[in-house]
C-alpha cells in the first residue's frame, strides 16, 4: 500500500516538472496570450498547441474560436507580476476549513491504526493547508496595499477616489468577515492536546490573523488619511482653477493694493497680529515699593510661622521649606474635603454632582483640580466600597475631528438602603 502511494507521489512529481517546463519554453506566446486574452495560432505549431491543451494551460471556448488561457495559469501570471486589476483575490475561508476539518479525522483515524507513515502524511497536508489559508490573507492585504499606491493614490478626480475607496472598503469587510469564520475554540479541540496541531491551528494562526486584522486597520487608517490630503488639495485646486477662470473672463480687472486699505478681504488677512515687547517699567517706583513691601511681609510670615530668625544667607531655603509647608497643608486640606463630599454622598442617599457640591459649599478649589482629586481619591477605594458608590463620568470628545474624551463632571450614587 506504501509502495503504490510513493509511486503514486512520483508520478504527480514527474508530470507537474514536464508541465512547468512546458510553461517555462512557451512562456513568450503565453505572456502574449495573456495581455492580448487570445493565444496567437500562428506563433506556434500543432504539436506545441496539443501539448499545452492536454497539459490544461490553454482551451478553445468553442470550435472556431481563438485559444484562451484557463483562469487558473492566468491567475498565476497576475500574481507572479502583481498586476492589481486582473488578479483576484478570495480567501475561501469555509472551504478551507472544512477541509482542514477533514483532515485532521483523517490523521485521528491514521494515529489510532497506528499507520505512521499515513499520520505523518496528513500532518504535512495539514500544515499546507494552514499556510495556504493564512497566505490567501496575506496576498489580499498585500493587493490592498497596491492598490492605495496605484489606483488609489493615482486618482484623477474625487468619483473616481470614492469608488476606489468602497471597493477597498468592501473587501476589507469580506476579509474580516472570513476572519470572523475562524473559531479558534473549535482549533483548540481539533488540536486535543497534540503538539504539533496546537501550535498549527492555535498559536500560529491566532498569531498571523493578529497581524492581518492590525495591518487591515492601519489600511482604513490610511485610506482616511490619503481621501482628506485629496479633499485638502481639491479645495486648493477648486481655488485657484476658479481664480484663474476669473480672470481670463475679466482681462481688464486691476488688483489694488491691499496694504493701502483699511479693510481687507478674508483671504487676504492672514497675518497673526504682533504682540508687544515686554519689559520692566524701571520708571514706576510705586509698583516696585508694593513688590518690595509684599516680599517682605511675606519674609516675616516665614519667620513668624517657624518661630525662629531666619538668618538673611539662609532666605532662599526658608522659602522653599515654607512653599512645600503650604503645598502639604493645602494638599491635606483638598483630600479632607473630598473625603467629606463622599460621606456626605454616603449619608444623603442621593446623587450628587462633583462640581455641584463644590459650588454649594463655597470650596476655594479650582474645578479640574477638584475632580481630579475626587477621582484620584476614588480609584484609592476598595472595590468592595467602589461597588456601593458608583461613579459616573460626563464627557464631551475635545472637537468633531478629535475623539479624545475630556471629563466635564463626576456624579457618585449612594448605595441603595435595604427596608
Request: charged share 25%.
Amino acid at each position: 500500500m506504501a509502495g503504490e502511494q510513493i509511486n503514486v507521489s512520483d508520478q504527480r512529481i514527474e508530470q507537474g516538472e514536464k508541465r512547468l517546463n512546458l510553461i517555462g519554453r512557451h512562456a513568450a506566446i503565453l505572456m502574449q496570450a495573456y495581455q492580448t486574452g487570445v493565444l496567437d495560432e500562428l506563433s506556434v505549431n500543432e504539436g506545441v498547441l496539443r501539448n499545452l491543451l492536454n497539459a490544461r494551460i490553454i482551451y478553445q471556448p468553442e470550435s472556431g474560436q481563438g485559444y484562451r488561457l484557463r483562469a487558473p495559469v492566468a491567475q498565476l501570471i497576475a500574481n507572479l507580476v502583481v498586476d492589481e486589476r486582473r488578479r483576484s483575490i478570495q480567501a475561501d475561508v469555509a472551504d478551507k476549513l472544512e477541509a482542514i476539518r477533514g483532515q485532521v479525522d483523517a490523521f485521528r483515524k491514521a494515529q489510532q491504526r497506528s499507520d505512521i507513515y499515513l499520520a505523518e502524511l496528513k500532518l504535512q497536508v495539514i500544515e499546507e493547508r494552514v499556510h495556504d489559508l493564512v497566505a490567501e490573507f496575506d496576498e489580499a492585504i498585500h493587493s490592498l496595499w497596491n492598490r492605495l499606491n496605484t489606483d488609489f493614490g493615482f486618482a484623477a478626480n474625487l468619483d473616481e477616489k470614492m469608488a476606489e475607496n468602497q471597493r477597498a472598503q468592501n473587501q476589507i469587510e469580506r476579509l474580516l468577515e472570513g476572519l470572523s469564520m475562524i473559531d479558534y475554540d473549535e482549533c483548540i479541540a481539533l488540536a486535543d492536546g497534540h503538539v504539533k496541531l496546537r501550535h498549527l491551528l492555535v498559536v500560529q494562526l491566532q498569531r498571523r490573523t493578529s497581524l492581518q486584522r492590525a495591518s487591515m486597520l492601519e489600511i482604513q487608517h490610511r485610506m482616511i488619511e490619503l481621501m482628506s490630503r485629496f479633499r485638502e488639495q481639491q479645495s486648493r485646486s477648486l481655488l485657484v482653477g476658479n481664480m484663474a477662470q476669473f480672470l481670463r473672463q475679466h482681462p481688464e480687472l486691476k488688483i489694488s493694493d491691499y496694504t493701502e486699505q483699511s479693510q481687507v478681504p478674508t483671504l487676504f488677512n492672514q497675518a497673526r497680529a504682533i504682540r508687544a515687547a515686554a519689559h520692566v517699567d524701571v520708571h514706576n517706583s510705586d509698583a516696585q515699593r508694593e513688590t518690595l513691601v509684599a516680599l517682605h511681609d511675606a519674609l516675616q510670615q516665614t519667620r513668624h510661622l517657624r518661630g525662629e530668625q531666619t538668618p538673611l544667607s539662609e532666605s532662599a531655603q526658608a522659602t522653599e521649606q515654607f512653599d512645600d509647608e503650604i503645598l502639604e497643608t493645602q494638599q491635606r486640606q483638598l483630600k479632607q474635603d473630598v473625603d467629606q463630599f463622599f460621606i456626605n454622598v454616603a449619608q444623603s442617599q442621593q446623587a450628587q454632582s462633583a462640581l455641584n457640591y463644590l459650588t454649594q459649599h463655597k470650596l476655594q478649589w479650582h474645578g479640574e483640580i477638584w475632580l481630579f482629586q475626587v477621582l484620584s481619591e476614588y480609584q484609592t477605594l476598595a472595590r468592595s466600597v467602589q461597588a456601593q458608590l458608583p461613579l459616573q463620568r460626563h464627557e464631551r470628545p475635545v472637537s468633531t475631528t478629535n475623539n479624545v474624551q475630556i471629563i466635564e463632571d463626576l456624579v457618585v450614587t449612594p448605595p441603595k438602603r435595604v427596608a
